[in-house]
Structures are given as C-alpha cells and as structure tokens.
C-alpha cells in the first residue's frame, strides 16, 4: 500500500512538474526557437520510431488548402479540454464564437481507435522587394510572399494506420467541418428590394424554438419527426436522383403565429429565409 502511494505521488509529482516546465517554456522562449526544438526531437525519434508525419500546408498554390482551413475548423471544436493557448474570434456570418488553437499547440484525438497527434507549427518568410522566379522558387508560392509567417499542421499517428487516415479520417474532418461550418452560420432573412431586381438581407438573430413554441405537443413532435428525417435523408435523394426539398403549406388568419413557426423551423434547420410576394410576380420570366 505505501508502495502504490510513493508511485501516485511520485507520478503526480512528475506531472506538475512537466506542466511547469511547459508553462515557462511557453512564457520565455521565441515561438521560433520552440519550433526548432520541437522538430529536432521529433526527427530525431522519428528514427527510432515507426509513426509518420503528414504536413498539412496552409495553402496550395495560389488557393487556401481546404484540408488546412477543415482541420482548423475541427481541431477548433474538440481542443478545449486538451490544449493550453487557443485563438477566440467571431466573424459577421457567425450566431457562435469560432475557436481555434495557438501556434506550437498540440491536440490529441482519436478515430476508430487510432490515436492521432496534431501540431500547429509556423514558419517566419522574409519579406522580398519583388517577386521573381528565383524568389518564388525559394518561398514556394505568392501567397505565402505577401505573408509575415505560413502555417502547417503536422499530423502524426502510427504507420500501419496509414490508409484508415487517408481514405476515413481526413474525408471525414472534412465533412464534419462542413456541419460546424453550419452550424456556427448566422442566419438571414432574404427579401425582395423595392425595385424587386435583388434581395436585400438582414440577420435574424430570432430566439424562438420549438421548446419555447406554443404548438399542439402530437403536432410538434410529428413535425420535429419530418425534420429531421428530411435532413437525414439527403445523400438518400442525392442517390436516388431527386431534388432534396420538403414543402408546408401554413394557412390560416393574422396572429396565428404562422411567422413564428417559420422561424423556429428555420432556426431548427439552421436555414435562411426568403421572403417572397407572389402576388407582384406576374411572369416567370
């Protein structure tokens, strides 16, 4: 029993003291020298080891890297309980803050069993007067030129993982950066100009759900099924070769909270809503 409280504390021990070392490495050292240090220990003990690194760049060519901007999303989602420095921000297009992780972070995740190491790790490039081909051959592409710094993911696992990486997780984040995309997108409220040559719109920043909804509770709960079972059921109409659209036709008279229930299904679906006057349309022209 004393043995196996000596070995707790002496591992609790360890532990904070790997914390602090972090921390003050963190606090003291140049971001740069930290990305140094850290890819000379890994490509030192990637000769002693049988894991591999993928290095994702932050752009291809002239274009942004979808892999990159998808990882940033995804990593951004599951990092809080993991990493030490994160980056908070929200756009104009955002109903929810976008989290992302700090240089020379690291976040550890895992997919189908498979423990997976990513790294954020930046590179300084000098600012050229001009951008000839000597020089666009040394800093790979115009984009990172015009940049103070290009940034990469380095993501590492163990070898014999290799296919289940590139064929499931990576295709993966990508769709699932898709949803977050989604669901942090405010959404907006279309309508037709004055003129009726464009839509002008505005962001609906509405409260109601179906929780707060006053609505019949079989009715609700019938609606909530169809919902759903209409989102579920896209690469089911995509397959079958149909359109993906559902329809409700709301009647009755003013107050009857008709425009309440469109944006609590809205606000459910995390659609946008257009907002159309059929009586001024007189040709479909």
């Given at each position: 029993?004393?043995?196996?409280?000596?070995?707790?504390?002496?591992?609790?021990?360890?532990?904070?003291?790997?914390m602090l070392i972090r921390s003050i490495v963190n606090e003291l050292l140049?971001?740069?020298?930290?990305?140094?240090?850290?890819?000379?220990?890994?490509?030192?003990?990637?000769?002693?080891?049988?894991?591999?690194?993928?290095?994702?760049?932050?752009?291809?060519?002239?274009?942004?890297?979808?892999?990159?901007?998808?990882?940033?999303?995804?990593?951004?989602?599951?990092?809080?309980?993991?990493?030490?420095?994160?980056?908070?921000?929200?756009?104009?297009?955002?109903?929810?803050?976008?989290?992302?992780?700090?240089?020379?972070?690291?976040?550890?995740?895992?997919?189908?069993?498979?423990?997976?190491?990513?790294?954020?790790?930046?590179?300084?490039?000098?600012?050229?007067?001009?951008?000839?081909?000597?020089?666009?051959?040394?800093?790979?592409?115009?984009?990172?030129?015009?940049?103070?710094?290009?940034?990469?993911?380095?993501?590492?696992?163990?070898?014999?993982?290799?296919?289940?990486?590139?064929?499931?997780?990576?295709?993966?984040?990508?769709?699932?950066?898709?949803?977050?995309?989604?669901?942090?997108?405010?959404?907006?409220?279309?309508?037709?100009?004055?003129?009726?040559?464009?839509?002008?719109?505005?962001?609906?920043?509405?409260?109601?759900?179906?929780?707060?909804?006053?609505?019949?509770?079989?009715?609700?709960?019938?609606?909530?099924?169809?919902?759903?079972?209409?989102?579920?059921?896209?690469?089911?109409?995509?397959?079958?070769?149909?359109?993906?659209?559902?329809?409700?036709?709301?009647?009755?008279?003013?107050?009857?909270?008709?425009?309440?229930?469109?944006?609590?299904?809205?606000?459910h679906l995390n659609f946008d809503i257009y907002d159309l006057d059929l009586t001024a349309i007189h040709n479909?022209?």
């Amino acid at each position: 029993m004393a043995n196996a409280k000596a070995i707790v504390s002496t591992a609790a021990s360890v532990a904070a003291s790997a914390m602090l070392i972090r921390s003050i490495v963190n606090e003291l050292l140049p971001w740069q020298l930290q990305n140094f240090l850290s890819s000379s220990v890994k490509s030192l003990s990637r000769h002693f080891s049988s894991e591999i690194t993928i290095n994702i760049e932050e752009f291809q060519g002239f274009s942004m890297n979808q892999v990159f901007e998808a990882a940033e999303i995804y990593l951004g989602s599951i990092s809080n309980s993991s990493a030490q420095r994160l980056r908070v921000g929200k756009g104009e297009n955002d109903n929810k803050l976008a989290v992302r992780i700090d240089r020379n972070e690291e976040v550890f995740d895992i997919f189908q069993d498979v423990r997976l190491e990513w790294r954020l790790t930046t590179t300084m490039v000098p600012q050229p007067s001009s951008t000839n081909e000597n020089q666009r051959e040394k800093f790979g592409d115009l984009n990172s030129s015009l940049r103070s710094e290009v940034r990469s993911f380095l993501l590492t696992f163990h070898e014999k993982h290799k296919e289940k990486v590139f064929n499931l997780y990576l295709p993966y984040i990508l769709e699932r950066s898709k949803a977050i995309k989604e669901e942090r997108r405010a959404i907006k409220l279309h309508r037709f100009a004055p003129d009726g040559l464009y839509f002008r719109e505005v962001y609906l920043n509405h409260p109601m759900t179906f929780d707060t909804l006053a609505i019949d509770l079989k009715l609700k709960k019938t609606l909530l099924q169809d919902l759903d079972n209409f989102m579920n059921g896209k690469e089911y109409y995509k397959r079958v070769g149909k359109a993906w659209k559902r329809g409700y036709l709301l009647y009755g008279p003013p107050g009857t909270r008709k425009s309440s229930l469109i944006v609590t299904m809205a606000n459910h679906l995390n659609f946008d809503i257009y907002d159309l006057d059929l009586t001024a349309i007189h040709n479909n022209g």
